[in-house]
């Protein structure tokens, strides 16, 4: 059965109701990963509206899954919009125990269990996206966004372009001294493309 792309219903009049119209949905990298399989896993990442009175403002739910084993994500997070002058700032949250909301990007009846007392902020890990022609681009501020991997603390280099049909994202772990990657993709970005809409939900 193919899945089908739903016509947007939100009325974009600002740049974030714009970038989050963009950004709710279900995005898979099957063709990237079918085509290059000793390079890319197949992964989904879902970004999923949470209730409009969350933030009071736009926010949403995020997982990153492979497609194999949808109810273990290995990545995880919540996210709030800020509308800036001439960009959009997106706080970065991580949920206190993540385990509870495994799922949530596919099943509504568990993003309902989230209540904002259950997320901490990841300050120095927000992203910032600006639009530029037909493109969105975004990326982590500064480099004091740290994550311990492989026995050493790196600092993260996150790069996003987002169409209304394309999610493409490169991650990095940077060494602290030597400033060469000791994590993340070796091969390139990861190249999703949208299956499914959420902006609908969107209020």
């Not at 009049?13 to 079918?34: P, Y």
């Not at 933030?55 to 497609?67: A, H, K, L, M, T």
């Not at 994500?73 to 991580?94: A, C, F, K, M």
Request: one cysteine or more.
């Amino acid at each position: 059965m193919t899945e089908e792309i739903a016509t947007p219903s939100i009325n974009c009049t600002s740049l974030s109701s714009e970038l989050a119209a963009l950004m709710a949905g279900d995005f898979s990298n099957k063709k990237q990963a079918f085509a290059d399989s000793k390079n890319y896993a197949h992964i989904r990442i879902f970004f999923r509206p949470l209730p409009g009175d969350f933030f009071n403002g736009i926010g949403f739910y995020s997982e990153q899954v492979y497609d194999w084993d949808l109810w273990s994500p290995y990545r995880q997070g919540v996210h709030r919009l800020v509308e800036r002058e001439t960009d959009v700032y997106i706080e970065n949250y991580s949920l206190i125990e993540p385990e509870l909301y495994a799922g949530a990007g596919r099943e509504l009846d568990i993003l309902k269990t989230i209540s904002p007392d259950k997320i901490k902020r990841r300050y120095d890990c927000s992203m910032i996206f600006s639009k530029k022609e037909n493109k969105w681009y975004g990326k982590v501020e500064g480099d004091r966004c740290f994550i311990q991997r492989k026995g050493c603390k790196t600092y993260l280099v996150s790069d996003v372009e987002l169409t209304e049909t394309t999610w493409v994202s490169f991650d990095r772990g940077m060494d602290l001294n030597t400033h060469e990657q000791v994590w993340g993709s070796a091969a390139g970005p990861l190249k999703f493309e949208k299956i499914v809409s959420y902006a609908a939900e969107l209020v």
